[in-house]
């Protein structure tokens, strides 16, 4: 068969572990693969070109994507789709293989259902980790790591100035970066999407710590975080393509309240795109690899509209049917993370 791989949305480290498995899984089954440029831009632009065993050599370990990325969405350009077909029609394309978060793998989800199908499938790549069909999304082992590092370091310069630090960490629907690396990062409190911020009850506990004798505090803060009025704090009122604020500035807000209400000192740390770039985990590696090969048997079967997953850690194959909805954080280990200030 003649396979298409492309990559979009925001990247991340181990996209390239996850296409050097596809490439060496469908050369083996007897595939040729055609690398798409920038997502699903390189389809509606017809940008194209031969993906072989030569162009992923030494790629295992190379964060970013070789293929390129972008937030492109046929569906919002005019005449996206029908450029979509006649691009997959030129290149005598029989399946595509969209590596990406729930906005990339969607546009699979849409073709698959056009009245005339294009045969697609998805791998879900996100930092986030918020794909409800995989307990692992590619990139979220070594976005996790990152954060954990950073608020490891934090510690000790916000000890030294008897400060109260803020990091805000990526996690637009959900907190499960937050959450996790704030855990295994030792922060003293974690506020994620799933549950609104309360300032005050935040202030009260972060004072019953300073009564305690704690005299410095890390707070980890996702960016989708909202207000208890359910506002979220963005610096800037731009969208993508997909509709989504591009998030950012939650950390310094609450910074500004907390000095108030606290009467400490208090600094923030945006982390940004940190959390997406450099080489992956050994753990994403492994994830990458086994998704990638899965995305080939996917092909193989010629189970369209589904996407490969791993769940209790086995490989699955999931419906998008079913796959593409939001999950949320684990409530017991959120629960957990309360009981440390
Ligand atoms: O979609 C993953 C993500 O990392 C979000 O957490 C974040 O809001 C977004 O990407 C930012 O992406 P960019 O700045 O690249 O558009």
New binding site residues.
């Given amino acids: 068969m003649k396979i298409g791989v492309l990559t979009g949305?925001?990247d991340s480290s181990a996209i390239n572990t996850a296409i050097r498995a596809i490439v060496k899984r469908a050369e083996k089954d007897g595939h040729n693969v055609l690398g798409i440029h920038d997502g699903w831009a390189g389809l509606v632009e017809n940008r194209l070109s031969p993906l072989k065993e030569e162009d992923i050599t030494n790629i295992l370990y190379r964060g970013g994507t070789i293929l390129g990325t972008s937030?492109t969405n046929p569906f919002k350009i005019s005449g996206g789709v029908d450029k979509v077909v006649s691009t997959v029609k030129a290149n005598d394309l029989e399946a595509i293989v969209a590596i990406g978060?729930d906005d990339t793998i969607g546009v699979a989800h849409k073709l698959n259902k056009l009245p005339q199908p294009i045969p697609a499938i998805g791998v879900p790549q996100?930092?986030?980790n918020d794909i409800a069909g995989t307990d692992y999304a590619i990139g979220f082992d070594t976005a996790m790591a990152t954060a954990t590092e950073a608020i490891e370091r934090i510690h000790t310069t916000a000890e030294s100035h008897h400060r109260i630090i803020v990091v805000e960490v990526?996690?637009?629907d959900a907190g499960h970066i937050a959450l996790e690396s704030g855990i295994a990062g030792g922060a003293d409190i974690i506020l994620i999407p799933e549950e609104p911020i309360d300032i005050k009850d935040v202030s009260a506990r972060l004072k019953a710590m300073q009564t305690k004798g704690k005299r410095f505090a890390i707070v980890v803060v996702a960016?989708g975080a909202t207000l208890s009025g359910g506002e979220q704090v963005v610096r800037t009122k731009k969208t993508?393509m997909f509709g989504h604020a591009?998030?950012g500035g939650i950390a310094e807000y609450l910074s500004e309240e907390l000095a108030k209400n606290t009467g400490m000192e208090t600094r923030f740390t945006i982390l940004g795109?940190l959390q997406?770039g450099g080489n992956p985990t050994a753990f994403d590696r492994l994830i990458a690899t086994r998704l990638g090969f899965g995305a080939i048997e996917l092909v193989n079967q010629k189970k369209w509209d589904y996407m490969v997953c791993i769940q209790g850690n086995k490989v699955i194959f999931v419906s998008l049917d079913n796959a593409l909805q939001v999950k949320p954080v684990d409530k017991k280990l959120y629960e957990l993370a309360k009981k440390f200030d």
């Fill in positions: 949305g925001g937030r978060g996100t930092i986030d990526m996690g637009r960016e993508d591009m998030l795109h997406r």
